[in-house]
């Protein structure tokens, strides 16, 4: 299902079966979420596949017929949504989608992951906790900082709230993201994007 689509950006999900939670079941249970993606995204590009930069970073290929542009992507899965983020080639774009659940164990964690100065703000409940999490992981991935420590990644000075506004920006590296929390009607994940276009928005 399309989630989001603005800003020349689209945010595809699929449901991920709870049975499939753990070991390869759970693999097996994402790389198909994923090519069910692939399909819905590119339907005119039945062998777009998915591979993955020496960071771990994944990228589109294509075997026969491919598209004019390479889209940039970006991928995340919870315990039960997988989720494929499209974007114009050269946008920098990181999603993340974390369910509810974990936002008591991130308690626990906080202080690993939020920063002294983020941690009165960020810090203050479960779920803005949840939401610290999933736009620093979204940032990791879109600006490609491999090894670069959570308690580095800078934070929005707003809360994300809404999908279809700009929710928050944040600098990093000298170049602005656009922070979006992204809507995923019934059910328990919360999916947030991160983007810095080729462009200026």
């Not at 992507?73 to 989720?83: C, F, P």
């Amino acid at each position: 299902m399309l989630l989001f689509d603005n800003y020349d950006i689209k945010v595809y999900a699929t449901p991920l079966q709870r049975s499939s939670t753990t070991g390869g079941r759970r693999r097996v249970a994402e790389l198909a979420a994923v090519k069910s993606l692939l399909r819905e995204a590119f339907p005119t590009f039945p062998d777009a596949r998915i591979a993955h930069a020496a960071s771990g970073a994944p990228y589109l290929i294509f075997s026969g017929k491919a598209p004019a542009e390479i889209p940039a992507i970006s991928i995340s899965h919870s315990r039960d949504l997988a989720v494929l983020a499209v974007a114009p080639e050269g946008t920098r774009i990181g999603v993340d989608a974390e369910t509810g659940d974990r936002a008591n164990q991130l308690l626990r964690v906080a202080p690993r992951f939020l920063s002294q100065q983020q941690m009165p703000f960020w810090g203050s409940s479960p779920s803005t906790l949840l939401r610290a999490w999933t736009i620093k992981e979204a940032l990791y991935k879109a600006a490609g900082h491999v090894g670069m420590g959570l308690l580095e990644i800078p934070l929005p000075l707003e809360v994300p709230v809404d999908a279809e506004t700009p929710d928050g920006r944040v600098d990093m590296d000298g170049r602005p993201y656009t922070v979006l929390r992204v809507d995923a009607p019934g059910c328990g994940s919360m999916v947030m994007l991160v983007f810095a276009p080729p462009y200026s928005l």
